[in-house]
Every structure is written in structure tokens, then in C-alpha cells.
């Protein structure tokens, strides 16, 4: 059977409301907005309200594709939620975005891949479509950060800020060439000990001690993940550009995971690619971990900057360590 192509044919996002920009950060922990800016390129994020969760955030981003494109909740066949911070253990995030949304005959299931959920989430949401079991998948990446940070921490708490993007899995029809053309994800659990949430798993389950020690927050040692990051996005970059015969000038935008300004600014560099061809809104929206790849297409989209049959590069790293990078040929002119 020859294997189905698959493309993505709409997209969504949602920004929750309130925005917390790094003066606020000042007044909190001993920060300037000025380090803030030069050793992360953040200048604001937004953050949910109380009892605002991942789902709502998800379902808020589809509300967003549908009024953008043509979409029947009753025709979607798979949700995949890329997430760390899931509404709650069970039931999924997924099943409840699938009930919120009336996407009646979906079944989903999250999938944890931190920075590059969305990356892992395409990549398995694609393989349902490439074999025929299914038509149309969706994709979510969706992280509310604020729920892990400690907002006493200034090496953590000045990284993250909340949102979901979505977008819609299909087989690209007839003759179009347009799709994902190839993918590379990573993984190497050596990494975990720079960056995880030790607090609330099996290992060590909710007590007053866990919470005392605060261990429900995110951890990071900074300066091993940045290294890492740099060296194994450009790796996956390079290899997926080299085995398609590609170099970066066949590139009309690289998205990479926003974490850090200076990463995406080495990494660019390293792939000598021009200021144009590297989508950069870490300054809005800080690190969203799921949620940064499909925000930056959305927003490249919004502003013209991809039209159908255009090549793009996905690009991620994240806690795990897991990392990747995906090329794909854009589908559609929008607006
Ligand atoms: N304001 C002022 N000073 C600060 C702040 C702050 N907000 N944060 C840290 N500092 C201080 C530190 O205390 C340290 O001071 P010291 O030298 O007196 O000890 C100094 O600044 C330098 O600290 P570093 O950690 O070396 O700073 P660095 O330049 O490495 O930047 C950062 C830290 C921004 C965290 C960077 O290392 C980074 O971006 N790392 C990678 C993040 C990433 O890619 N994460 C992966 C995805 S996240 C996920 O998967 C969930």
C-alpha cells in the first residue's frame, strides 16, 4: 500500500488575556527587565487566570481554527494534547477538550514530550493519517507553565508564560506536494536530571513535605540545557536539511522552540540563515514549552510570511532531553 501524505490544513491559538511583563517581574523577585531582555529576549507573558486550565486553553484555540477555516468537531477522528501540565492526572486532557469541544466520535490521548511535545505529537498524529486509519487528526499544544513556576524562583519564573495552539492533521489530495516531508525526534533520558518536576508523580506523591520543599515547581539547571539545546537542534536541523539535499537557503522560515533568544540567535547562525527566515516571538509570549512551534506558524502565517509551497523547519529541544526537527512544504495561502 503506498503510504498517504499528510499535511496540515488549519490552525488555531489562544493567548489567555492577562499579561505579565517583566516590571511586574521586578517588583516580584530581584530581576531587572533589562537582564530579562538580553539573556532571554522576553519582554512579556501572558498568564491564565485563576481556574483557567490547559484544557480550556485548548478548546479556546479550536474555537479560533473554526472560525478561521471550515472545521465539523463531528469529523475529527484523533485529539493528541502535547502537554506537561494536563488539566489533571486522568481523565486526559484530551478527552476533555474532546467532550468541550463536541468532537463526539475522537478518541486522543496525551502525549508528554515537554519543548517538543508538539514536535513528538505531529510525528505520531501523522502516522494514523499516512496509513489510512484515519482522516482527520488534531494536534494541540498546549501548556499552562504558570501552574509549575514559582514565582519566587527569578532562575525560573522570568522563562514561561501559558498558551495552546492547535492544528489539523490530513492526507494531502491528488497531485499537491505540499506536507511533511520528513521528521527526525530524539531522546536521551540522561537528560532528566537538569529539567523536570520532581513533586505529585509516583515517585514522590503529594505530602506537606513535597509541597514544603516545593517540589511541585519546575526545575532547571540553566546553562547544561542550553548547551545541549543549541548543539542537538542545529544536529537534527542539519541531518534533516542534508538527507532532504536541502541547504538553509531552500528554507523560507525556520520555527524553532522559543526558549531563549540567544539559542534561536545560535542556532540561526549556525545554519546561516538570514534575520527573515527565523520566526522569533519569544519576546510576547516567553517559553509556552507545547504551545511555541504552532504559535510561531500561526503567526508567520497571520503575517504573510508562508504561502502554499513554501519550506519550513521545525526545530525543538526540551526537558526529557527530548529534541527534533520536522520539514514540511506549507499547504495553503491564507487570508
Ligand atoms: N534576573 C537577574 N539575574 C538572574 C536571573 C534573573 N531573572 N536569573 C538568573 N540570574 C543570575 C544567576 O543567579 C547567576 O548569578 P551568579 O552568576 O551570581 O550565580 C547569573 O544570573 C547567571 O546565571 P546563568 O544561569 O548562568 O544565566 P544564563 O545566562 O545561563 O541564563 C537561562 C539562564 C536564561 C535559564 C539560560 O540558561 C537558558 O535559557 N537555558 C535553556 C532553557 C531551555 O532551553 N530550556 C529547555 C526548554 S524548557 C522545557 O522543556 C520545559
Redesign the pocket.
Known amino acids: 500500500m503506498n503510504k498517504l501524505r499528510t499535511t496540515i490544513t488549519a490552525i488555531g491559538k489562544y493567548t489567555p488575556k492577562r499579561i505579565l511583563a517583566n516590571p511586574e517581574l521586578e517588583k516580584m523577585?530581584?530581576?531587572?527587565d533589562e537582564?530579562?531582555r538580553t539573556?532571554?529576549g522576553v519582554i512579556e507573558r501572558h498568564i491564565v487566570e485563576k481556574g483557567e486550565a490547559t484544557s480550556d486553553m485548548g478548546a479556546a484555540a479550536f474555537e479560533d481554527m473554526k472560525n478561521r477555516f471550515s472545521v465539523d468537531p463531528l469529523d475529527i477522528d484523533l485529539i493528541i494534547v502535547a502537554t506537561?501540565t494536563p488539566d489533571m492526572f486522568f481523565p486526559s486532557t484530551a478527552a476533555i477538550i474532546q467532550h468541550s469541544i463536541g468532537a463526539k466520535n475522537a478518541w486522543g490521548f496525551d502525549l508528554s514530550a515537554?519543548?517538543s511535545g508538539f514536535l513528538y505529537a505531529l510525528v505520531a498524529g501523522l502516522q494514523f493519517i499516512e496509513t489510512g486509519q484515519h482522516q482527520k487528526v488534531l494536534i494541540f499544544g498546549a501548556d499552562t507553565m504558570s501552574s509549575i513556576t514559582d514565582y519566587t524562583d527569578?532562575?525560573t519564573c522570568?522563562?514561561f508564560g501559558d498558551a495552546a495552539s492547535v492544528v489539523l492533521l490530513e492526507s494531502t489530495k491528488g497531485n499537491d506536494d505540499s506536507g511533511i516531508i520528513d521528521s527526525i525526534v530524539k531522546m536521551d533520558g540522561a537528560g532528566q536530571k537538569y529539567?523536570y518536576m520532581a513533586g505529585g508523580g509516583s515517585k514522590n506523591p503529594p505530602t506537606h513535605e513535597t509541597i514544603d520543599k516545593k517540589m511541585h515547581y519546575?526545575y532547571?539547571e540553566?546553562?547544561p540545557?542550553?548547551k545541549f539545546?543549541v548543539s542537538k537542534m542545529v544536529e537534527t536541523a542539519t541531518e534533516i536539511l542534508e538527507r532532504n539535499s536541502l541547504t538553509g537557503q531552500d528554507i523560507t522560515l525556520f520555527v524553532p522552540?522559543q526558549?531563549?533568544i540567544?539559542?534561536i540567535n545560535a542556532c540561526a547562525s549556525k545554519l546561516k540563515l538570514k534575520d527573515e527566515q527565523v520566526m522569533r516571538n519569544i519576546d510576547k509570549y516567553a517559553?509556552t514549552?507545547a504551545a511555541t512551534i504552532p504559535l510561531g506558524l500561526i503567526e508567520a502565517m497571520d503575517e504573510k510570511r508562508i504561502k502554499k509551497g513554501d519550506i519550513i523547519l521545525l526545530t525543538a529541544?526540551?526537558?526529557g532531553f527530548t529534541w527534533g526537527s520536522i520539514l514540511l512544504r506549507w499547504g495553503f495561502n491564507y487570508g
Open positions: 523577585v530581584d530581576t531587572t537582564w530579562i539573556r532571554t506537561v515537554a519543548c527569578r532562575n522570568v522563562l529539567l519546575l532547571q540553566g546553562r540545557v542550553f539545546a522552540h526558549a531563549n540567544r539559542i517559553n514549552t529541544f526540551g526537558g
